[in-house]
């Protein structure tokens, strides 16, 4: 199994562009969770999926963040438009009753927003 | 208010040496405790997972204890490597809503 996996793995835009992060579940997971890492605040939830259905979206910071699950094996992670204060590293992960609910994690998409 | 605290923010131990993580948390209700290895550039690997029921748990040469009462969770590197040098996250689940709250992290280094 190649893990869950994320693209870009590193994306530098200038403030007011609009960005795309993806990734792709471990198949037969039917949880996926988006997660934003800076030094500051550390690891945040910002929104999770259950069956492609958004459950709780409360840690999407505006509505400058939007995030999308069309199936089972794919999902988006938008922001429109860009900040400096986005930069951070984005993570997905995903999990299901199969692996006990431990999540498993991406490699991560490093944003710099200049 | 749901919190995770860990201690201490870094550490800087010799190759062979054993170290102490420590986790307290105020979550409730608590569901599970959950300790993750975050090597630098990479997504956390998890190393253990504790209920409320168990008090230790060991993965190789990590083991992770768990007081319920106290609320206190510690993660104890035995015989350490240059490997273990990362970023450890002491993360607790709560029953109610299922949220996984998130601690700051331990940086270790491990020096030769």
Known sequence: DAGVIQSPRHEVTEMGQEVTLRCKPISGHDYLFWYRQTMMRGLELLIYFNNNVPIDDSGMP????????????????????????????????????????????????????? | KNQVEQSPQSLIILEGKNCTLQ?????????????????????????????????????????????????????????SQLSDSASYICVVKTSNTGKLIFGQGTTLQVKP
């Open chain 2, 23 to 79: 986790c307290n948390y105020t979550v409730s209700p608590f569901s599970n405790l959950r300790w993750y290895k975050q090597d630098t550039g990479r997504g956390p690997v998890s190393l253990t997972i504790m209920t409320f029921s168990e008090n230790t748990k060991s993965n190789g040469r990590y083991t992770a204890t768990l007081d319920a009462d106290t609320k206190q969770s510690s993660l104890h590197i035995t015989a």
């Open chain 1, 62 to 114: 505006e509505d400058r963040f939007s995030a999308k699950m069309p199936n089972a094996s794919f999902s988006t992670l938008k922001i429109q438009p860009s900040e400096p204060r986005d930069s951070a590293v984005y993570f997905c992960a995903s999990t299901g009753r199969a692996t006990n609910n431990e999540q498993f994690f991406g490699p991560g998409t490093r944003l710099t927003v200049l």
